[in-house]
């Protein structure tokens, strides 16, 4: 066996060369090296069908794809075969200024090669994956499946098949409810390692979303847990459509891979013809010693480029309209919000659904002509508001037309996309534009971009509110069409920061259906979810810490002049979460709630690095219920040098919860934080009341 190492920040990389010349990988902790075992050197099992463990280890793959018309070997569990070659071609370790790439190019017996290339990026704590399929055949072929990342060989750090020793993390999607992350044992998922042990497929766990919303039942995100050695992998998935994750036990490994969604699960196929190359969604991956907490914060370290990208200072907040004027906005409402806000230093200020002429919300729309009889100069209307410090900012669903509109009627049937011949429609309100189409891609440049230009807006913040489905038509399959338009609009969020530069794009789908990280790259900020006014807010953004970066993630806290004080800061603390994103009739709070407001604002401005580069880890005892949350959740983000203590206390159950922290941190500023008690080494949370919440900033 030969093995080819390299160590990129704190990660050791191990190539595993065997004598058919075929490639595995190995990933895992430097601070683990010393643990980590040479599994090919054990001494295989002769049969013995009353043995317990039988040692049968295989080297997996750097990537694994299917051609239409090769043997599948087990079909209906995995389109995965270790049994195809992938012998090397070629390593390269390249350096381009902060980063390191492995490019690894592999053959096959039917001529295609693959290029595997492994980015790190100086600082960060993850990696970039991308996987290349090139057609050197000599012949047209079709592709229907193609991993983007896979991580064989789990775990490293046993000998056999290791019996209660890992388990596999899922993150869970859900209207309102994002984020939840549950916990199963290998053994609860069936993928226990049968008897006799001859090597095959023991079962594969296959699971992903269908369609255009990459975020409905699950987020393509997962990681597995070697509990008996504190050492976990993660990766997600960077694709705006159908997606897969797949844990699958070889032998006494499992391989963790994903990707496009294959043939199997959703019906996926594409021709590559000679001489082209498809390159499957990017991933990102990582592995990390300690817990969750730790090895998602390595891997969510990978979306920073693509934030930082857009060009932001600091973390500005925002005040959307939306529930003030629930889909009723106007010119005087805007310029009185204006008004209120000028002193609290908010800098986006948004108009959401409603501002449309014949457009009703979310119904009607489709022509993008302003109202004139609520807007009647709306050109004026954002230089008063770019006068006072804010950025005007305006809500579109682009990439639908909606019942109502004229554009919605059959006679556009032909520019909107179509399955089996007829017109996508979802609850018979909504179709969508097919993006592939030059005329459309012409017809939104003009009523989108050029009506942000014409009218100096410098916020977008675009929502789309429905699912296509797995198919479309207009391909060699209707997964691939699917994946071919989206990949246009993804295209068009490019083009209007392209034409705009300074614009500032909210990435939002029915609040967090799109909260993936291709769809997040391409905008500054992403609505973290549609949870509005409900109490399980700050259970939804402490869930997100571990999926998304805070310093994108805008959190609602909307506001009334009727809450009491224990609601306004228990609405405003969530918010230390992520960004800042106001809402409610801002412009009738009372004084004293004002200054409520202000000083949470104020306690927000020093949270800025904490935000940006912190680490998350959530504790207490908060019930598994999110829609009726009982407990005490705590939510502890820190650097090196600060450190945020957030508590929400929920309905009942509430217990004092005590917290061990570095020695030297000392506090810096509250925020109603008088039930937080710090003391060297210890923060203890006691006596929090039903529905309250209280911050303290530490520094040392």
């Given at each position: 066996m030969e093995i080819k190492k390299y160590y990129l920040g704190d990660t050791c990389f191990e190539y595993l060369i065997d004598e058919t010349n075929n490639v595995g990988l190995r990933l895992y902790p430097k601070s683990k090296e010393a643990k980590a075992l040479k599994q090919w050197e054990l001494q295989m099992a002769i049969?013995?069908?009353?043995?317990?463990?039988?040692?049968?280890?295989?080297?997996g793959r750097l990537a694994y794809f299917h051609l239409v018309g090769e043997n599948l070997p087990f079909p209906g569990s995995t389109m995965k075969t270790f049994y195809m070659d992938l012998p090397l071609i070629s390593q390269n370790l390249k350096k381009e200024g902060n980063k390191q790439k492995i490019e690894t190019l592999l053959g096959s017996a039917s001529g295609c090669h693959v290029l595997h290339t492994i980015t790190y990026i100086e600082g960060l704590g993850g990696f970039e994956v991308e996987t290349e399929f090139i057609?050197?055949?000599g012949k047209d072929v079709t592709l229907d499946m193609l991993t983007s990342f896979t991580i064989d060989t789990l775990s490293?750090?046993?000998?056999?098949?290791?019996?209660?020793?890992?388990?596999?993390?899922?993150?869970n999607g859900n209207w309102s409810q994002e984020g939840r992350h549950t916990c199963h044992s290998i053994e609860e998922l069936s993928l226990e390692k049968a008897w006799p042990g001859a090597q095959g497929c023991y079962g594969a766990l296959r699971y992903g979303s269908?369609?255009?919303?990459?975020?409905?039942?699950y987020f393509p995100m997962a990681a597995?847990?070697?509990?008996?050695?504190?050492v976990f992998w993660a990766a997600s998935i960077a694709h705006n459509a159908t997606w897969q994750l797949e844990l699958t036990r070889w032998d006494d490994s499992l391989s963790f891979s994903g990707g496009l969604g294959d043939r199997e699960f959703c019906g996926w196929k594409k021709h590559v013809k000679n001489g082209e190359r498809f390159k499957a969604p990017k991933a990102y991956i990582a592995t990390a010693a300690g817990d969750i907490h730790d090895v998602c914060s390595a891997l969510t370290d990978m979306y920073k480029p693509a934030r930082e990208s857009h060009g932001e200072k600091g973390l500005p907040t925002t005040f959307n309209e939306y529930c003030a004027t629930w889909g009723k906005p106007t010119q005087e409402k805007m310029l009185s919000y204006c008004n209120a806000l000028k002193k609290y230093g908010v800098?986006?200020?948004?108009?959401?659904?409603?501002?449309?002429?014949?457009?009703?919300e979310q119904n009607g729309n489709g022509e993008w002509n302003l109202d004139t009889t609520i807007f009647p100069n709306v050109k004026e209307m954002n230089r008063i508001i770019r006068e006072n410090g804010m950025i005007p900012g305006i809500w579109f669903e682009f990439e639908v037309t909606t019942k109502g509109s004229v554009l919605f009627?059959?006679?556009?049937?032909y520019m909107?996309?179509?399955?089996?011949?007829t017109v996508v429609k979802t609850g018979d309100v909504r179709s969508y534009w097919d993006f592939r189409r030059q005329d459309v891609r012409d017809y939104l440049y003009e009523k989108v971009i050029k009506f942000l230009k014409d009218n100096d807006f410098g916020y977008i913040k675009v929502d789309y509110n429905g699912s296509i489905g797995v198919e479309i038509d207009g391909a060699e399959s209707g997964a691939e069409a699917l994946r071919d338009h989206m990949s246009y609009v993804k295209d068009f969020f490019a083009l209007m920061k392209k034409e705009i530069p300074d614009l500032i794009i909210e990435n939002c789908a029915g609040g967090g259906h799109r909260n993936e990280p291709l769809m997040m790259g391409h905008g500054a900020v992403s609505s973290f979810s549609d949870a509005h006014e409900c109490v399980e807010i700050p259970y939804v953004a402490a869930n997100l810490q571990d999926i998304m970066l805070p310093a994108q993630m805008l959190i609602w806290s909307v506001l009334h002049e009727d809450d009491s004080k224990d609601r306004l800061v228990y609405s405003l603390a969530a918010t230390f979460m992520g960004r800042v994103c106001l809402s409610g009739p801002i412009d009738q709070l009372q004084d004293w709630q004002q200054d409520i407001l202000s000083s949470a604002l104020r306690f927000y401005e020093k949270l800025e690095d904490i935000i940006i580069n912190g680490k998350s880890k959530v504790y207490g005892n908060r019930s598994e219920c999110m829609r009726y949350p009982k407990g005490l959740q705590v939510v502890c983000r820190s650097t090196n040098t600060e450190m945020l203590i957030l508590y929400h206390a929920f309905e009942k159950d509430i217990k004092d919860l005590e917290i061990d922290i570095p020695d030297g941190f000392q506090m810096k500023d509250t925020f109603f934080g008088d039930k937080i008690h710090v003391t060297d080494g210890k923060v203890k949370i006691l006596g929090a009341q039903p529905f309250t919440a209280g911050a303290v900033l530490l520094s040392r």
């Amino acid at each position: 066996m030969e093995i080819k190492k390299y160590y990129l920040g704190d990660t050791c990389f191990e190539y595993l060369i065997d004598e058919t010349n075929n490639v595995g990988l190995r990933l895992y902790p430097k601070s683990k090296e010393a643990k980590a075992l040479k599994q090919w050197e054990l001494q295989m099992a002769i049969f013995n069908p009353r043995a317990r463990h039988s040692a049968i280890w295989s080297l997996g793959r750097l990537a694994y794809f299917h051609l239409v018309g090769e043997n599948l070997p087990f079909p209906g569990s995995t389109m995965k075969t270790f049994y195809m070659d992938l012998p090397l071609i070629s390593q390269n370790l390249k350096k381009e200024g902060n980063k390191q790439k492995i490019e690894t190019l592999l053959g096959s017996a039917s001529g295609c090669h693959v290029l595997h290339t492994i980015t790190y990026i100086e600082g960060l704590g993850g990696f970039e994956v991308e996987t290349e399929f090139i057609n050197d055949s000599g012949k047209d072929v079709t592709l229907d499946m193609l991993t983007s990342f896979t991580i064989d060989t789990l775990s490293p750090f046993h000998e056999d098949d290791a019996p209660d020793s890992y388990n596999f993390y899922r993150f869970n999607g859900n209207w309102s409810q994002e984020g939840r992350h549950t916990c199963h044992s290998i053994e609860e998922l069936s993928l226990e390692k049968a008897w006799p042990g001859a090597q095959g497929c023991y079962g594969a766990l296959r699971y992903g979303s269908k369609g255009s919303y990459p975020v409905l039942r699950y987020f393509p995100m997962a990681a597995f847990e070697d509990k008996t050695e504190g050492v976990f992998w993660a990766a997600s998935i960077a694709h705006n459509a159908t997606w897969q994750l797949e844990l699958t036990r070889w032998d006494d490994s499992l391989s963790f891979s994903g990707g496009l969604g294959d043939r199997e699960f959703c019906g996926w196929k594409k021709h590559v013809k000679n001489g082209e190359r498809f390159k499957a969604p990017k991933a990102y991956i990582a592995t990390a010693a300690g817990d969750i907490h730790d090895v998602c914060s390595a891997l969510t370290d990978m979306y920073k480029p693509a934030r930082e990208s857009h060009g932001e200072k600091g973390l500005p907040t925002t005040f959307n309209e939306y529930c003030a004027t629930w889909g009723k906005p106007t010119q005087e409402k805007m310029l009185s919000y204006c008004n209120a806000l000028k002193k609290y230093g908010v800098k986006y200020l948004v108009i959401d659904a409603g501002w449309c002429k014949a457009g009703c919300e979310q119904n009607g729309n489709g022509e993008w002509n302003l109202d004139t009889t609520i807007f009647p100069n709306v050109k004026e209307m954002n230089r008063i508001i770019r006068e006072n410090g804010m950025i005007p900012g305006i809500w579109f669903e682009f990439e639908v037309t909606t019942k109502g509109s004229v554009l919605f009627n059959p006679e556009y049937d032909y520019m909107h996309l179509t399955k089996d011949g007829t017109v996508v429609k979802t609850g018979d309100v909504r179709s969508y534009w097919d993006f592939r189409r030059q005329d459309v891609r012409d017809y939104l440049y003009e009523k989108v971009i050029k009506f942000l230009k014409d009218n100096d807006f410098g916020y977008i913040k675009v929502d789309y509110n429905g699912s296509i489905g797995v198919e479309i038509d207009g391909a060699e399959s209707g997964a691939e069409a699917l994946r071919d338009h989206m990949s246009y609009v993804k295209d068009f969020f490019a083009l209007m920061k392209k034409e705009i530069p300074d614009l500032i794009i909210e990435n939002c789908a029915g609040g967090g259906h799109r909260n993936e990280p291709l769809m997040m790259g391409h905008g500054a900020v992403s609505s973290f979810s549609d949870a509005h006014e409900c109490v399980e807010i700050p259970y939804v953004a402490a869930n997100l810490q571990d999926i998304m970066l805070p310093a994108q993630m805008l959190i609602w806290s909307v506001l009334h002049e009727d809450d009491s004080k224990d609601r306004l800061v228990y609405s405003l603390a969530a918010t230390f979460m992520g960004r800042v994103c106001l809402s409610g009739p801002i412009d009738q709070l009372q004084d004293w709630q004002q200054d409520i407001l202000s000083s949470a604002l104020r306690f927000y401005e020093k949270l800025e690095d904490i935000i940006i580069n912190g680490k998350s880890k959530v504790y207490g005892n908060r019930s598994e219920c999110m829609r009726y949350p009982k407990g005490l959740q705590v939510v502890c983000r820190s650097t090196n040098t600060e450190m945020l203590i957030l508590y929400h206390a929920f309905e009942k159950d509430i217990k004092d919860l005590e917290i061990d922290i570095p020695d030297g941190f000392q506090m810096k500023d509250t925020f109603f934080g008088d039930k937080i008690h710090v003391t060297d080494g210890k923060v203890k949370i006691l006596g929090a009341q039903p529905f309250t919440a209280g911050a303290v900033l530490l520094s040392r």
